[in-house]
Structures are given as C-alpha cells and as structure tokens.
C-alpha cells in the first residue's frame, strides 16, 4: 500500500514538471514572439526618413490621409486602422515640440493628449498607454472631420459670396437695361413732336407758296416778241 502511494505521488511529481515545463516553453515562445514584434515608427508609417523636413511631413500626411480615408476605401478595417496611424504620427511629428521629445524617445501619451509632465515624473508608459493611444487617435480623427467640415463651410460660403456678387451683376445690367428703354421712351414723343413740326413747318410753307403763285399767276405779263 505505502509503494503504491509513493509510485502515484511520484508520477504527479513527474506530470506537474512537465507542465511547468511545456508552461515555461509556452511562455517563453510568447514572449520571444512579442518581442520580435517591433511596431513601426512614426516615420515609416509616413514612409520618411528621421531627417525629413515639415514641409515633407505634411505632403506625406495629405497624400496617405487622402489615399486611406475611410470614405474612399469603403469603410475598409485595415484602410481604417492605416488612417488612425497616419493621423497620430502627424499629430507628433507635424508638431515640433512633439517631434523633438518623440526623437528624444521621452515622448508620452499625455503629451500626446496636451499636457506637459514635470520633469520630476517618470516616463515609463502607462499600463493603459493603448487605450489613451486609441482615445487619443478618436480625439484626432474627430478633430480631422472637423476640419473637413469647416472647409466645406467655407467653400459653401464662397460659393454663397460668388453667388451674391453674381446675382448683384445680373440685376445692374438689368437695371442699366431698364433705363436705357425708359430713356428711349422718354425720348420718343420729343423726337415725334420735332418731327410733326419740321412737317408741319415744310407743310406750311408749301401751301404759303402755291397760294402766293395761284394769286399772282394773272398778273404776271410775258413780253411781246
């Protein structure tokens, strides 16, 4: 009886070690494949280089944002996913303050999301880091359609402006229009009155003509030859 509970306490003995073991294999397996995880950095997800300028910064980021809006990729999870990373490298290195701490590798999500840490406080990441990343990616998209919101507001109000100064033209050539008939038809019965006298004076005068000759005809005396 006491060789069969040692023969079963060491088989549990030999089954727990190899548990641990494949545990420990496992674990280290994870680990070893988190490790060679290395996310990519701000500059690749715009495709630059560490020296690029601002100027090479923002065409970088136009030109990505508009090929990966979601708007034009059919609501894609992956164009979607491209655009938040896009959004959030801009955030840091579009700003020069972020950019030299991002380069310093002291750059923190609260300084992401606009507070400035005291020197005095550690920058290790927070354990919830991802999830103010994910807040702060929201904050920007949202900030990102309200831009494209204001400029669509402000071509509809230079579309409204044109509009206004379009119609003002339309309707002072309509008023211009408008004088030069009443103009003309102020025109019109001074210019027929002129006429009917000028008619009424070459009328007269011919009918004071062929009187002045029909009275005078029998006293006219044609000489004898």
């Known amino acids: 009886m006491f060789q ?53 910064i923002k065409s970088a980021y136009y030109k990505l944002s508009k090929k990966y809006h979601p708007d034009k990729n059919d609501g894609s999870k992956s164009s979607q996913d491209m655009f938040a990373k896009i959004n959030e490298a801009y955030s840091v290195l579009g700003n020069s303050k972020l950019r030299r701490r991002y380069d310093q590798g002291i750059l923190t999500h609260r300084d992401q999301m606009g507070h400035r840490p005291h020197h005095s406080e550690p920058v290790a990441e927070h354990p919830r880091a991802r999830d103010i990343g994910d807040q702060f990616t929201a904050t920007f998209r949202s900030a990102h359609t309200e831009h494209v919101i204001d400029e669509f507001l402000k071509k509809r109000y230079r579309e409204n402006i044109d509009r206004h100064q379009e119609g003002k033209r339309y309707n002072q050539q309509r008023y211009e229009e408008y004088k030069a008939l009443q103009d003309r038809a102020q025109r019109t019965p001074v210019v027929l009155l002129g006429a009917m006298i000028v008619a009424f004076a070459v009328g007269s005068y011919k009918l004071m003509e062929h009187s002045f000759f029909s009275k005078n005809e029998g006293n006219l005396k044609f000489p004898k030859k």
């Open 4 to 56: 069969l509970q040692t023969r079963h306490c060491r088989s549990l003995q030999k089954l727990t070690v190899a548990c641990c073991f494949t545990s420990g294999c496992t674990n280290h397996t994870q680990q070893s494949r988190f490790s060679s995880y290395v996310p990519l950095s701000f500059y690749q997800v715009l495709g630059l280089e560490n020296n690029a300028t601002q100027a090479q």
